[in-house]
């Protein structure tokens, strides 16, 4: 089928060139192989397609019934293949991704955002979810976690800083009960629990200071599976939370509607990186989303090792 193909293509350059030497010279080939593929043509299909004379070469009729139809057929084909390598060129398609909450809004929509702006052609799923997603079995491009929580097979790429926890608590709340001193001393609190999507049991608050690492299960009144219900929750002055430190929760700690405590012993952690299982194949969409994470990591990382220098 493939020579076929190749033999139609062919002689519809002779009819076109209406010379064997000027067509060879257009496909850049020799004429003996032009030659060749015409007879080969005309031998399978069992009809003359071409009047050949020492001055002029021709169709028959029965050519030009195969030139009608070759020529708009050959044409669709050119044009297909012209659009693939826009494609190629221009990234489109769609790019799937699962993350958690807290990264979608701090990561991965900036660059989302960007990306889309750059190229309408892109359509970018995210879909939000605490569970460790089977990314291959629910047919999804990539994955963003936590660094500590990564399968082992995928290959990760950190696109955001170290995150630190952070125990927080509303100024009226406190005003009742004595703050925290050691992780030890939230057994005597109302806590907020955060419920685990990965496994369903209740976060147990990590703590690690000087070495020392201490895990503390907290008892309280609310339990949530979001971090944001969470911090509305301790605003509300329901207990102490133990919540990812970000944006809005420094917000909160900058106006004074929340205190934070126990800073000494939440030292800072991998942060979010995105996965995906194989270097091969890559979607150009998923190419520039990947890009525009990786740029943005590093250009957050530059901006952080500057304002280190600018305190020293």
Not at 11 to 29: D, I, P, Q, Y
Not at 38 to 61: C, G, Q, Y
Not at 94 to 100: D, F, G, H, L, W
Request: net charge positive; glycine share 6%; aromatic share 4%.
């Amino acid at each position: 089928m493939r020579d076929e193909l190749g033999d139609l293509s062919t002689f519809l350059v002779v009819a076109e060139e209406r010379s064997f030497s000027r067509a060879a010279a257009r496909l850049g080939t020799s004429q003996s192989a032009i030659s060749n593929a015409v007879r080969r043509l005309e031998t399978h299909l069992d009809i003359k397609l071409l009047a050949r004379t020492t001055r002029s070469v021709s169709p028959t009729e029965a050519g030009e019934q195969l030139l009608g139809t070759l020529r708009p057929a050959l044409g669709d084909i050119r044009q297909q293949l012209a659009s693939l390598a826009q494609l190629r060129e221009r990234p489109s398609g769609m790019v799937r991704i699962t993350t958690s909450r807290h990264a979608a809004q701090t990561v991965l929509w900036p660059a989302v955002d960007a990306v889309l702006a750059r190229y309408p052609e892109i359509q970018i799923e995210l879909s939000i979810d605490g569970a460790l997603t089977n990314i291959v079995a629910d047919r999804f491009d990539a994955g963003v976690r936590l660094g500590e929580s990564l399968e082992k097979d995928m290959i990760a790429v950190r696109i955001g800083p170290d995150l630190r926890m952070a125990v927080i608590g509303a100024p009226d709340y406190l005003a009742k009960h004595a703050p925290p001193k050691t992780p030890r001393d939230l057994i005597a609190h109302r806590c907020i629990n955060l419920r685990m999507a990965t496994r369903g049991n209740l976060y147990a608050w990590e703590f690690e200071k000087a070495g020392q690492t201490l895990n503390v299960r907290v008892e309280g009144s609310v339990i949530v599976n979001d971090s944001a219900l969470a911090i509305e929750a301790a605003l509300a002055g329901h207990g102490l939370a133990c919540v990812i430190e970000d944006d809005d929760l420094r917000a909160h700690l900058a106006s004074g509607r929340l205190v934070r405590l126990l800073a000494d012993w939440c030292p800072p952690f991998a942060g979010h990186h995105l996965y995906y299982p194989d270097r091969r194949n890559l979607s150009p969409a998923f190419r520039v989303l990947l890009e525009e994470l990786r740029a943005r990591a590093r250009q957050e990382g530059s901006q952080r090792r500057e304002q280190t220098r600018t305190r020293m």
